[in-house]
């Protein structure tokens, strides 16, 4: 069974003979009795169809069904000729001529499919391009690009065309797929050749040799460089060795820098190089390992190192130190200089680095200290420096052994990390911001404090430390930050941003850097609820109104100073009342003498009343105005009112804007 790319007549089955076998590829003209299915009109038509195949099969037999959707009739095109430079394992240009054989055609489409696995159009297996006009007998060359895999093969790799368009009359047609072969050129290689090298173990030298362009394009701006997978012994002294361009068949000498460390043992080593270029389409390549056999020699000298260590973090300071040992006659007046051989590796602001030693048995060993930085570009990776000794030999004569190449790993940089964050923040209200912190290592820490060093604009933090002491790596801490949200704030999310300070193992003073968290802003709402116990009053009489007051804050507060306000026919002997103190959710009961006149009609009247008071971290606030209705009654009415306490909160308490209703406070 075959699909087949088709135009403008009905989607049917196919009959056909099968042939027997397997063919590779190829492309056959058969002219099918097409039948259309049940949803399309009952008849059949004929038509020529050109049909590409790869790896099609078929079995022996007869009347095999084949879905296709048939091309227009005179839609006919051929492939003319075709040209690439693609390699394996490469990109290049496709340029495919196809001649129209059949109608004229209009905003011609050329559409391309790769029917191979390994042939693509960037990063897919088709791609488009448009010709707009297109006579009959008329070429047109399509050009595009293209890429295989490096397990490709050099045969040819199959590409169907199929040409969208419109006809004299503005129908839509569509070419039966027309199929073509592109050849791949060989993968671009290099050989290495003449390999030599003066490498001592503890010493710098060089890897010498020849790279050949092997073919079959030519390589722009290469550079010789180490495997970054490279031999843990040998060590580059510089990222690459510049070949600049070379044709096929052209070869360029290069010496490239390198460390062997001190502790290699020696013999042949296997290094492996690879050669960096562009290709001729500008696109950056990469050219399989080269390998270079290198001996590396016994050292010569009569201090050897012992170890090397360091417990330098990238992007901090710390010391690396260096242990060597006397193994030939006993020293005086010695010193020892550790070079650096990276740029992101400094002591103070050098490269270089000497400490006095003095007196140097033979058979003794010392271990020279030096501070040293490593910048923010540094990674937790191994770096190369050279330590040599310089002394008075048992003559008095001044020597000088080494240098000696060591490697230092640099520890990963100190990190933490935050999670779980969590808040009571509310606009208008004070509330808390709480995290988790994490020590993720390398070292333990110690006197950590996490500071918040950023805020969203409307956010008061009210303290903005929190001290957490020692942190093991992997431990972890939980931390809160009381911060106050304005009234003029918004709900939803905000960001806060935290630091952690710390010493480390050796008491020296670092920051992290800022860690990202984000946090919820809950939506305003009533400071207070306040609901009625006792609020009627007989006509020409006075009543005490009992009003139950609770804290919706989620924070504790006090000195809360309420005040009561009335209109005529109402009014008020005492008009102030004052709670010590509430908890989040607690209630107190406040009560105010009011009197009804005798000229007063039954009926309801509002009774305002706002609260002064301060907050856990001492602020003075002024709450909102609250509502609550005063029943005046006769007093044979006041039977039918029950006691009720009703909660007057955000939802029932009107708050008291607009002309009429604003009053001085205070």
């Known amino acids: 069974m075959s699909s087949f790319v088709g135009g403008d007549l009905a989607v049917g089955t196919v009959s056909s003979d099968a042939t027997e076998g397997v063919e590779r590829f190829f492309t056959q003209s058969n002219e099918y009795s097409a039948t259309t299915d049940a949803a399309s009109s009952t008849g059949t038509a004929s038509s020529v169809i050109e049909s590409s195949f790869f790896e099609a099969r078929a079995s022996t037999g007869t009347n095999d069904r084949i879905d296709a959707i048939v091309a227009s009739p005179e839609a006919e095109f051929e492939v003319v000729s075709v040209s690439s430079d693609v390699p394996v394992g490469g990109t290049g240009n ?99 050749s003449d390999v030599g090298g003066d490498l001592r173990a503890g010493e710098s030298g060089t890897i010498s040799g020849t790279i050949t362009n092997e073919g079959p394009n030519i390589a722009t701006d290469a550079v010789l460089r180490l495997d970054h997978e490279g031999h843990h012994d040998v060590i580059a002294r510089q990222s690459n060795y510049v070949l600049g361009s070379l044709g096929p068949d052209e070869s360029e000498a290069f010496e490239l820098p390198v460390a062997v460390n001190s502790t290699a043992e020696p013999g042949q080593r296997q290094v492996p190089l690879v050669v960096e270029y562009y290709d001729s389409n500008a696109n950056p390549v990469q050219s399989r390992t080269l390998t270079a056999r290198i001996d590396i020699d016994d050292e010569r000298d009569d201090f050897e190192v012992v170890s090397s260590s360091t417990d330098v973090q990238a992007g901090d300071t710390g010391t690396i130190s260096v242990t060597l040992e006397n193994t030939g006659a006993n020293a005086s007046e010695a010193t020892v200089n550790l070079r650096s051989l990276s740029e992101g590796i400094t002591f103070g602001h050098t490269a270089n680095a000497t400490q006095f030693v003095g007196e140097w048995p033979v058979g003794e060993q010392r271990t020279i200290p030096l501070n040293a930085t490593a910048s923010n570009q540094t990674t937790s990776r191994s770096y190369p420096f050279q330590a040599s000794v310089s002394y008075d030999d048992a003559d008095g004569d001044r020597s000088r052994a080494g240098p000696f190449t060591v490697g230092a790993t640099l520890r990963p940089e100190q990190s933490f990390d935050i999670a779980n964050t969590n808040s009571t923040l509310r606009v208008g209200e004070e509330g808390t911001v709480t995290t988790v912190v994490t020590n993720r290592g390398p070292q333990n820490v110690s006197n950590a404090v996490v500071t918040l060093v950023a805020h969203s604009q409307n956010s008061n933090p009210q303290e903005t430390q929190a001290a957490i002491g020692s942190l093991s790596v992997g431990e972890s801490a939980t931390v809160s930050v009381p911060v106050e949200t304005s009234t003029s704030a918004e709900a939803g999310q905000r960001q806060f941003s935290f630091v952690v300070e710390y010493d480390d193992q050796d008491g020296d003073a670092h920051r992290s850097e800022t860690l990202d968290t984000r946090v919820a802003v809950a939506p305003q709402r009533d400071e207070f609820s306040v609901e009625r116990v006792n609020t009627s009053i007989d006509i020409g009489s006075s009543e005490t109104v009992t009003l139950t007051v609770i804290n919706n804050r989620e924070t504790l507060v006090r000195n809360i100073n309420a005040k009561a306000f009335v209109d005529d026919p109402l009014s008020t002997s005492t008009s102030d009342a004052y709670i010590v103190q509430l908890n989040p959710r607690e209630s107190a009961q406040i009560t105010f003498h009011v009197r009804a006149s005798d000229s007063a009609s039954t009926g309801q009247y509002p009774l305002s009343v706002d609260f002064e008071y301060e907050t856990a971290s001492g602020d003075s606030k002024l709450s909102q105005t609250y509502e609550v209705p005063v029943s005046v009654v006769t007093p044979a009415e006041r039977s039918i009112f029950p006691l009720l306490g009703v909660t007057v909160g955000l939802s029932t308490v009107l708050v008291l804007l607009g002309v009429g209703w604003v009053r001085s406070r205070r």
């Open 94 to 192: 496709v340029s495919v001529t196809i001649e129209n054989t059949g109608e004229d055609a209009t905003n011609a489409v050329v559409s391309l499919q790769s029917l191979s696995g390994v042939l693509s159009f960037g990063h897919s297996s088709n791609t488009s391009r448009f010709v707009g006009e297109w006579n009959e007998g008329e070429d047109r060359t399509i050009e595009v690009q293209a890429q295989l895999t490096r397990t490709a093969d050099t045969t040819e790799h199959p590409v169907q065309a199929v040409v969208s368009y419109e006809d004299d009359s503005g129908n839509s047609s569509r070419s039966a797929p027309v199929a073509f072969g592109v050849a791949a050129d060989g993968e671009q290689r290099f050989s290495l």
